[in-house]
């Protein structure tokens, strides 16, 4: 196995990090009696034991077929217990590096940091202190990720009435649903999702539009998912276009004649739900006597690792006339890139691609998640001058099969 090296060093680190945590654990259930301490201690060991057991075992179940359920869910398990005991060391390693000080401060001036070591004023002992609230942030940020799980399909509808002073008469009202990231190699729940599909219907659409990332990496993942999206159905249309992951980019392929089969079955799939795949072009929608234009580009990312292969010269020419304008566009990065200073004309992008990581605090004061520091638009609307951008928080997930605070989103979206 050639990632079996890695596994090795990662296995080293982890448990290298359990010894560390563990004299935190000891510290903390000091004072319980000898039988209690045992369970909680041979507890501690026996859970770490089992992570570094099914970290080791990746690469052979990984070869076996239906092995999503563990690629999925153990592998969130290993990660979420990692980065908290991660947290829980930063506390500890606080402490470690106080106690050094003070211990240097006593060598240098005698008699200075002796009494900060062993005085607490009759409280609580800053070690055990520490170590408390590292333990007890760790375990609920991992608490949190487990309870996540439950929440992968709990698909919120997110209403937003959008005002534009050039939008043509016969599309105020115009009602639209947009969705992006289904990532159907990740579901798990044929139920749950068709529950999301009926979501959709019941809002009586006017136009539906999806903004890429299908599948995590396969046409083939769509096999048993097809008949569910296929029940989407607008008067005005259900229109698409790829995200970055639905070019294969990310499987290592025998041949590129079998990477370019995928993509033309992907490409086919969309058909046979009867969704219109835009590929670097426009539509105009026509309503009494009215059109609007809607343009779909392939994904295009500002970041350096996500392609660019939408091609806005060939999307735009032949909208000029058009009084307004929407554009479909993966990566919400497009927007400060290329489409706020080139195509001015463009009034609303919608988007998806973040998820908004997935993990994060929404409410309706504050708004806040980890992708904030690598997108500076990553869930909901902006607006500078004329020009608006919607990101849906996607309606799928990939990697980490739950969300924490940002929820699975159909976004209704009325034109007025």
């Not at 592998?75 to 402490?95: C, E, M, N, P, S």
């Not at 798990?188 to 659409?205: E, R, S, T």
């Not at 008067?235 to 290592?252: A, E, K, M, Q």
């Amino acid at each position: 196995m050639r990632n079996a090296g890695t596994l090795w060093v990662i296995a080293l680190i982890m448990l290298l990090l359990d010894f560390y945590v563990f004299q935190a654990v000891r510290i903390v259930t000091q004072n319980l009696s000898d039988r209690a301490r045992m369970w909680v201690h041979m507890g501690y060991w026996v859970f770490s034991g089992l992570a570094l057991i099914a970290l080791l075992s990746f690469p052979y179940v990984q070869a076996l077929q239906n092995s999503r359920f563990y690629r999925n869910y153990v592998f969130a398990i290993l990660v979420g217990l990692f980065f908290a005991k991660l947290i829980a060391a930063v506390f500890f390693l606080t402490d470690d590096l106080r106690r050094v000080a003070l211990w240097l401060m006593s060598k240098l001036f005698p008699g200075t940091g002796a009494q900060y070591m062993n005085n607490n004023g009759g409280g609580i002992p800053r070690s055990t202190f520490l170590s408390w609230l590292g333990l007890g942030l760790g375990t609920s940020l991992f608490g949190t990720l487990l309870y996540g799980f439950s929440n992968k399909y709990n698909y919120q509808v997110k209403r937003i009435r959008l005002r534009f002073a050039n939008l043509p008469a016969a599309f105020s009202g115009m009602k639209l649903v947009h969705i992006s990231d289904v990532h159907s190699g990740s579901f798990q729940n044929k139920k749950a999702v068709n529950h999301g599909i009926d979501l959709i219907l019941q809002q009586n659409p006017d136009l539906i539009l999806f903004t890429g990332d299908l599948v995590n990496d396969r046409a083939s993942e769509m096999d048993e998912y097809k008949e569910v999206f296929a029940r989407l159905k607008a008067p005005l249309g259900v229109y698409s276009t790829l995200g970055n992951h639905d070019y294969g980019d990310y499987v290592v392929w025998p041949t590129a004649a079998e990477k370019t089969a995928n993509l033309d079955a992907l490409k086919k799939v969309h058909a046979d739900m009867g969704w219109r795949l835009l590929m670097n072009e426009h539509v105009k929608l026509e309503r009494n006597g009215e059109h609007i234009a809607l343009l779909g580009i392939e994904n295009w990312g500002a970041k350096g690792r996500f392609p660019k292969y939408g091609k806005m010269n060939e999307a735009h020419p032949g909208t000029e006339n058009s009084p307004f304008k929407i554009l479909m566009s993966h990566d919400p990065s497009h927007w400060d890139a290329q489409v706020r200073t080139e195509y001015p004309d463009i009034d609303l992008m919608l988007s998806g691609h973040t998820h908004g990581m997935q993990f994060g605090i929404e409410n309706p004061y504050f708004k806040w998640s980890p992708v904030q520091w690598m997108y500076k638009q990553w869930a909901g609307l902006y607006e500078e001058g004329k020009q608006k951008l919607y990101v849906n928080r996607g309606f799928g997930f990939i990697g980490y099969p739950g969300r924490v605070g940002i929820l699975p989103e159909i976004t209704v979206i009325e034109l007025l």
